[in-house]
């Protein structure tokens, strides 16, 4: 049993014993002590002062004077004020120290058949352009909160809506037809979602020299933009689309296949996959139905133009647009569509969509929606709001071909991996320090975006994410390579060698109660939808084991049940670290 839950036990029957009052086990705050005081958890006894009828300081030594009488547990205690720490004693802590290395898997719930069914979604691209600095953010978070998730019992199903349809994908098409002279993947070199971001940036270009010119004519700007043909020509390539048009239907799936082969090596490369894809091209006639269901029945209204609005001002909110005047869905349409569908497929018990903070009004309007068309699902839908990512720069713009590319951005983090690690891998095979660079790298990318609380931007800076020594993903893998090198050193020794008389010293101790945290870390990461928790635990584990490695011997450690301690101390930490850093997609080198 967790020594919280033992202490917190304890307190409560000491208070019934002492006052005579009865006090529920978990109303105890029970919270590690203070790295400035003596002791490895600290109660808070300020709530049982009317009890005692006594101050802070006095109630807290009776309650810890009781506990080490009482509770085979604690050894010690000393009080500051209202707060009481308490010490553990060793043998404790070598009892919890061989209840984790007996559990293969601690820390992690088994995922079984009647859990809860959560379906996390993210990704969410549009098939106009390659995956960029803000698409991994997405991806990593949404892998990530999946895995954790996982690893907390639930069962969880990981899907992508991908915008397959639409303006943006029309504007692409149609410069491919007058500009691209048919060109592909395989004649230009390059894969197929990079080449269809060409066209869109090409398209734009075009598009602003058109209002430029008409601009220069005299015309206002919305006058110019009313009578762009390059726009008018896009708008009709969109209703062909949607009326079937076959020409137009064959172009539109010829360069969406280049562009999912394109993401698909993305992602592979990113390390995230999918249980199951939707298409909006699939969904939208599915949300265009039911907004007219909901006109029908009085839910929306229809303005002169034949627009299709929902009023949300009862709700606090303003008036929706659902449907164009030309009959074309918007994309809260395609999400209504897309939620009915998935809660068709699947038995879902909760609904996460990962999408930035940017969207945090649609998806307020997106509950309320499904919630008025009868959904009872619909107000339970849970949007986990991120952050952007920022550049020293400014912001990312697509159209204007100015984004930080998902792939140039791997290609970079793993080139600044070879050179960071040059001197490091230069007694290892090419082929193998290729591999640790690929996995430096992206384990670098991952951690610098996932160690944030994910509703905070964040500035990007793949340089300080290499570094070998901060708060950074290589600095928790070469502490794990550091551990690997250790225990092959000393394989024969920890198959055979027993600690059962070791006497752990406060930093052991304080290293195996680290340790034994990881439960309670993946279960509020979970609760709390974040990543950090995880990944900051992780640094906070690498860290106390590096000022214990420093401090003191391993192998020359000459007492052979404290050399096994040790060792077994190690190989936990290192298994541990793996398990967490496995929650945020990374991978650890056995050597570096």
């Known amino acids: 049993?967790?020594?919280?839950?033992?202490?917190?036990?304890?307190?409560?029957?000491?208070?019934?014993?002492?006052?005579?009052?009865?006090?529920?086990?978990?109303?105890?705050?029970?919270?590690?002590?203070?790295?400035?005081?003596?002791?490895?958890?600290?109660?808070?006894?300020?709530?049982?002062?009317?009890?005692?009828?006594?101050?802070?300081?006095?109630?807290?030594v009776e309650i810890g004077e009781w506990l080490v009488k009482n509770v085979e547990a604690v050894e010690k205690f000393n009080a500051v004020k209202g707060f009481l720490n308490l010490s553990i004693s060793a043998d404790f802590w070598l009892d919890m120290l061989r209840h984790i290395e007996e559990n293969e898997n601690y820390g992690i719930t088994p995922v079984s058949d009647d859990a809860e069914l959560v379906m996390v979604e993210y990704s969410s691209p549009n098939t106009n352009k390659p995956l960029h600095l803000g698409h991994v953010r997405n991806n990593l978070l949404g892998f990530?909160?999946?895995?954790?998730?996982?690893?907390?019992?639930?069962?969880?199903?990981?899907?992508?809506?991908?915008?397959?349809?639409?303006?943006?994908?029309?504007?692409?098409?149609?410069?491919?037809?007058?500009?691209?002279?048919?060109?592909?993947?395989?004649?230009?070199?390059?894969?197929?979602?990079?080449?269809?971001?060409?066209?869109?940036?090409?398209?734009?270009?075009?598009?602003?020299?058109e209002l430029a010119q008409l601009k220069a004519q005299g015309m206002s700007d919305e006058e110019a933009e009313a009578a762009s043909t390059l726009m008018q020509e896009a708008r009709e390539l969109l209703r062909r689309?949607?009326?079937?048009?076959?020409?137009?239907?064959?172009?539109?799936?010829?360069?969406?296949?280049?562009?999912?082969?394109?993401?698909?090596?993305?992602?592979?490369?990113?390390?995230?996959?999918?249980?199951?894809?939707?298409y909006e091209s699939d969904t939208y006639l599915e949300g265009k139905d039911l907004v007219l269901g909901g006109l029908e029945k009085g839910i929306m209204y229809r303005k002169e133009d034949g627009s299709v609005w929902a009023d949300l001002t009862p709700d606090g909110l303003d008036h929706k647009l659902l449907?164009?005047?030309?009959?074309?869905?918007?994309?809260?349409?395609?999400?209504?569509?897309?939620?009915?569908?998935?809660f068709q497929d699947y038995p879902i018990d909760k609904m996460i969509y990962v999408v930035g903070n940017e969207q945090n009004y649609h998806f307020q309007v997106l509950a309320l929606l499904l919630d008025k068309l009868g959904f009872r699902w619909g107000k339970d839908l849970t949007h986990f709001s991120y952050g952007m990512v920022e550049l020293p720069n400014g912001k990312m713009k697509s159209r204007e071909g100015t984004v930080v590319d998902a792939d140039d951005l791997m290609?970079?983090?793993?080139?600044?991996?070879?050179?960071?690690?040059?001197?490091?891998?230069?007694?290892?095979?090419?082929?193998?320090?290729?591999?640790?660079?690929?996995?430096?790298?992206?384990?670098?990318?991952?951690?610098?975006?996932?160690?944030?609380?994910?509703?905070?931007?964040?500035?990007?800076?793949?340089?300080?994410?290499?570094?070998?020594?901060?708060?950074?993903?290589?600095?928790?893998?070469?502490?794990?390579?550091?551990?690997?090198?250790?225990?092959?050193?000393?394989?024969?020794?920890?198959?055979?060698?027993?600690?059962?008389?070791?006497?752990?010293?406060?930093?052991?101790?304080?290293?195996?109660?680290?340790?034994?945290?990881?439960p309670a870390i993946v279960a509020e990461a979970g609760r709390n939808y974040s990543p950090a928790v995880i990944a900051n635990y992780c640094y906070d584990l690498a860290k106390e084991y590096n000022q214990f490695y420093h401090d003191y011997p391993m192998l020359k450690e000459e007492d052979a049940a404290t050399r096994c301690l040790r060792l077994n101390l190690s190989q936990l930490t290192a298994r541990t670290l793996k398990q967490g850093v496995a929650l945020l997609g990374m991978e650890m080198p056995e050597r570096m």
């Open 144 to 209: 990530s909160l999946a895995e954790i998730l996982k690893a907390n019992g639930k069962r969880v199903v990981k899907t992508n809506i991908v915008n397959d349809r639409g303006i943006h994908i029309c504007k692409s098409m149609l410069a491919w037809q007058k500009w691209g002279d048919g060109i592909t993947p395989e004649k230009a070199g390059k894969k197929g979602d990079h080449l269809i971001g060409d066209f869109y940036v090409l398209f734009d270009k075009h598009y602003k020299d």
């Open 241 to 278: 689309w949607e009326k079937g048009d076959e020409e137009v239907r064959n172009l539109w799936k010829m360069m969406n296949e280049w562009v999912y082969a394109g993401f698909d090596e993305t992602y592979k490369r990113l390390g995230v996959d999918f249980d199951k894809i939707y």
């Open 411 to 518: 290609d970079t983090m793993i080139e600044n991996a070879v050179a960071a690690s040059a001197d490091r891998f230069k007694d290892i095979p090419a082929d193998e320090a290729k591999e640790i660079s690929r996995k430096v790298g992206l384990g670098a990318l991952k951690y610098f975006l996932l160690k944030v609380d994910p509703r905070k931007n964040i500035l990007f800076n793949p340089e300080e994410s290499i570094d070998f020594n901060g708060n950074t993903g290589p600095f928790l893998q070469y502490t794990y390579a550091r551990i690997r090198s250790v225990c092959r050193r000393a394989e024969e020794e920890l198959k055979s060698c027993s600690f059962a008389d070791a006497k752990p010293n406060e930093k052991e101790q304080v290293l195996i109660q680290k340790i034994a945290d990881f």
């Open 323 to 342: 449907l164009r005047s030309d009959g074309t869905s918007v994309y809260m349409t395609q999400d209504i569509g897309t939620a009915k569908l998935r």
């Open 1 to 60: 049993m967790k020594i919280e839950k033992i202490v917190a036990q304890g307190v409560a029957d000491a208070v019934k014993d002492l006052y005579g009052v009865e006090v529920d086990p978990a109303s105890v705050q029970v919270q590690q002590t203070k790295k400035e005081f003596e002791g490895h958890v600290t109660v808070v006894v300020f709530p049982y002062l009317k009890a005692s009828h006594k101050g802070p300081e006095p109630t807290a």
